[in-house]
């Protein structure tokens, strides 16, 4: 079955350089989820997109934003980088229903992030 | 203090062993609960939904007590290929859907 895709799976950038991470969906799921994951950390939800709009916002730094297509795809750029924002960056879809637990959601492999 | 709690671990076991992970969360507005393992720099994979009336998926059992905001992990007859890390995850009402994880647990299951 088909998964979600991310891309890059690595990138690495010096500081004050910006970063395009892109995500695409598995197909026919309508929701994407962005989150950051710092060493030895657990998941931090960032943003999320319902139907191309912003449905709601986490612990996203202003030097970062993001966007979902027409084809539902999403990207989140980010400018200014700094060391701190080295990371496992993952986006997650969700189908329209949610799946059987409401709100299932399936994760990427992730693009690791590392800032110079 | 986390929304999420879950048993620090690591939980270092032998083959064949029943281990049980547990996790509390705070808001009483959670709505769906999950567990996710994760394996060293991949992805959380989804393991299992977790329903009020429990549910069973092989040799995992989960259990939920809304009451209580309790969630449990039961893993029994344990392989090597479970060693992971287990991640407690919750979704809140009105919190359109984003998933608040537990610091999740490490389980290493030996020869």
């Known amino acids: 079955a088909a998964g979600v895709i991310q891309s890059p799976r690595h990138l690495i950038k010096e500081k004050r350089e910006t970063a395009t991470l892109k995500c695409y969906p598995i197909?026919?799921?309508?929701?994407v989820y962005w989150y950051q994951q710092g060493p030895g950390q657990d998941p931090q939800f960032l943003i999320s997109f319902y139907e191309k709009m912003q449905s709601d916002k986490g612990s996203i730094p202003d030097r970062f934003s993001a966007q979902q297509f027409s084809d539902y795809h999403s990207e989140l750029n980010m400018s200014s980088l700094e060391l701190g924002d080295s990371a496992l960056y993952f986006c997650a879809s969700r189908s329209p229903g949610g799946g059987r637990g409401g709100n299932e959601q399936f994760f990427g492999p992730g693009t690791r992030l590392t800032v110079l | 203090r986390k929304e999420v709690e879950q048993d620090p671990g690591p939980f270092n076991v032998p083959e064949g062993a029943t281990v049980a992970f547990n996790c509390t969360y705070s808001n009483s507005a959670s709505q769906s609960f999950f567990w996710y393992r994760q394996d060293c720099r991949k992805e959380p994979k989804l393991l299992m939904s977790?329903?009020?009336s429990g549910n069973e998926d092989g040799r995992f059992t989960a259990q939920l007590n809304r009451a209580s905001q309790y969630i449990s992990l039961l893993i029994r007859d344990s392989k090597l290929s479970d060693s992971a890390t287990y991640l407690c995850v919750v979704s809140i009402i009105g919190g359109y859907n984003k998933l608040i994880f537990g610091a999740g647990t490490r389980l290493a299951v030996h020869p």
């Open positions: 197909p026919r799921h309508d929701t």
């Open positions: 977790v329903y009020s």
